[in-house]
């Protein structure tokens, strides 16, 4: 067996990875007993695309990169969601792929598929190790090579993602003996990367402040991110500035700082002269994708002055194609920059969004009053029974758009979703990863469809601190809440998928604690789902699709 492979798994360990997610397989052997010769972690998880989900999730808790392994052939294509998502969400995956001998490709030989730059343009980087043979290793080369994609992965080329490590492996694949040989040397002297200063320039910085000192209307909108306690002491200090409006994501980690915590309904119901108000002349942008719709159709029909977008890269991001000026910088240092700046004393721009929210929540108010069960009632009544310092992982498609409309985070929550492809495939497999390496109650808020298709991740043993919420519809009901497929009800069965299958037993057949409701009367009396963490749990609200489908029209036309 090829030694190189211990340094590989010991240049990893030294450069702080502490978690491996492992999949099965032959070729992979190797790396299998070289990983499992450290102190890392080892996690064995059978479906790689669960498993590169898993390995998400951890990494996006942890803050620091988490390996990912598998074996040679189709196996490495099964990694390619979750990456993607990670290239997208800026999260740390190390993803070493185990290949046959390059002599062997495409000579009909089992198991194996072109894996060399497979990840294209959704990984930072591609690496290919030497098809070495036993006892000519390059110790050195395979030292360099993974701390240089380990440094790739941490962001300190500006930039956080996933990196690919293909590493073709001669057999024999097995050792004739456990453990590492002598002459597996870790070099003492290992290449750097040279990292990139992300300084903006002047000219850029005076644009930023002759702009900040002259518009009356500011508007600061912050997208997906996760926690940073330096964001949030630079958004303190503007949220108390009149001329100044925040507007936070529901993914954000910083709803707390949000001006209109119901910006997302607010913009959904106003009419063209509250908007005109609500209009700005300065935007400064940063952070990932926000999910309104609302907000995205809104921005996109404006025209200010300025738009600032903030972001360490050279990437521009233009989601609302009115960018004015593009700043390659650290956020922080642009929002302490501005803050230090004295604002418009005179000016009502964030007391108007105030009122128009006040005007939203009691209309929410007149709403809720009516106790009906639908999705959107029992949202807002499980919000309200999570309790503090939770970790919440979000589902896609309607479940989190009813929790940007509602516009109940807690701040002591940390709140995650997979909104960099905006896919339901790994949305369990994420939530299940997470609640590995946090001590937190994590509860995932899903569908059903988005659970079902991703019920591989139920295969393992389950954390105790998992909390699984099931919003059951019968299939896929946010298709009927959207225009366009609600216009085709001959065809609606292709949008939606009807299904017959029983969470209660799914739940059963993974030793879940299984829990359901069809009322809000019923949901109130649930307690242990949401106070006992001695297991994990699973609780199903069932929902009539219809009658959902009529709740939410009110609720998004109930008058103001």
């Known amino acids: 067996m090829q030694q190189h492979v211990y340094t590989i798994a010991k240049t990893c360990e030294l450069a702080g990875i502490s978690h491996a997610i492992i999949c099965p397989g032959s070729r992979s052997a190797p790396l299998v007993f070289a990983f499992n010769n450290t102190s890392i972690q080892c ?13 998400l999730g951890m990494a996006q808790q942890l803050n620091k990169p988490v390996a990912l392994i598998c074996t040679s052939g189709t196996a490495v294509l099964n990694f390619f969601p979750a990456i993607a998502e990670a290239f997208y969400q800026q999260i740390s995956l190390l993803v070493l792929t185990a290949d046959r001998p390059p002599s062997l490709l495409n000579q009909q030989d089992g198991q194996m598929i072109m894996q060399q730059n497979v990840y294209g343009k959704h990984v930072l980087k591609s690496y290919e190790l030497p098809c070495y043979k036993e006892g000519e290793e390059n110790h050195a080369n395979s030292a360099n090579t993974v701390h240089e994609a380990i440094q790739l992965v941490n962001g300190e080329m500006g930039k956080k993602g996933p990196v690919h490590i293909n590493i073709p492996l001669l057999e024999p694949l097995y050792p004739t003996k456990i453990g590492m040989d002598n002459k597996v040397l870790i070099p003492k002297q290992i290449n750097k990367v040279k990292t990139r200063q992300q300084n903006v320039n002047t000219t850029q910085t005076k644009n930023l402040t002759d702009a900040w000192k002259t518009c009356r209307k500011k508007l600061i909108i912050i997208g997906q991110s996760m926690p940073n306690t330096q964001l949030m002491s630079a958004l303190i200090i503007l949220s108390a500035q009149e001329d100044v409006v925040i507007i936070a994501d529901v993914l954000s980690n910083q709803f707390k700082r949000n001006t209109s915590t119901l910006f997302d309904y607010l913009l959904l119901r106003a009419d063209s002269k509250t908007l005109a108000e609500l209009t700005p002349d300065c935007i400064v942008s940063l952070g990932g994708p926000v999910l309104s719709k609302a907000l995205k159709t809104w921005l996109q029909q404006l025209s200010p002055t300025y738009h600032f977008r903030v972001n360490a890269g050279d ?26 700046i004295s604002s418009s004393s005179n000016s009502t721009y964030a007391a108007f969004w105030r009122a128009a929210n006040a005007v939203m929540q009691q209309t929410q108010q007149r709403y809720l009053l009516q106790h009906n069960w639908s999705e959107t009632d029992a949202m807002c009544a499980i919000l309200k029974r999570i309790p503090d310092a939770a970790n919440l992982q979000i589902g896609n498609s309607s479940i989190i758009r009813y929790i940007s409309y509602l516009g109940q985070i807690n701040p002591s929550w940390i709140v995650n979703g997979n909104r960099g492809t905006s896919g339901i495939d790994g949305c369990t497999s994420t939530a299940v990863g997470a609640a590995l390496v946090n001590n937190r109650s994590t509860y995932l808020l899903t569908g059903d469809i988005a659970f079902l298709y991703d019920i591989n991740a139920l295969w393992h043993k389950l954390p105790n601190n998992l909390r699984i919420i099931v919003f059951n519809n019968q299939g896929g009901g946010i298709f009927q809440l959207i225009d366009g497929p609600k216009s085709h009800p001959e065809l609606l069965d292709f949008f939606t998928t009807p299904h017959q299958q029983s969470i209660k037993q799914i739940a059963k057949q993974k030793h879940l604690d299984y829990y359901y409701c069809d009322s809000l009367s ?36 109930i008058n103001i």
């Open 522 to 557: 019923q949901l109130k009396n649930i307690n242990p789902f949401f106070t006992e963490t001695n297991s994990p749990k699973l609780l199903e609200l069932k929902f009539n699709r219809t009658q959902n489908d009529k709740a939410f029209t009110l609720f998004k036309h």
């Open 315 to 340: 990437m521009l991001v233009d989601t609302y194609r009115n960018v004015t000026h593009h700043l390659n910088a650290q956020p922080c240092a642009i929002l302490n920059l501005v803050g230090l």
């Open 43 to 55: 996690i064995s998880i059978v479906d790689e695309r669960s498993a590169a989900y898993m390995a």
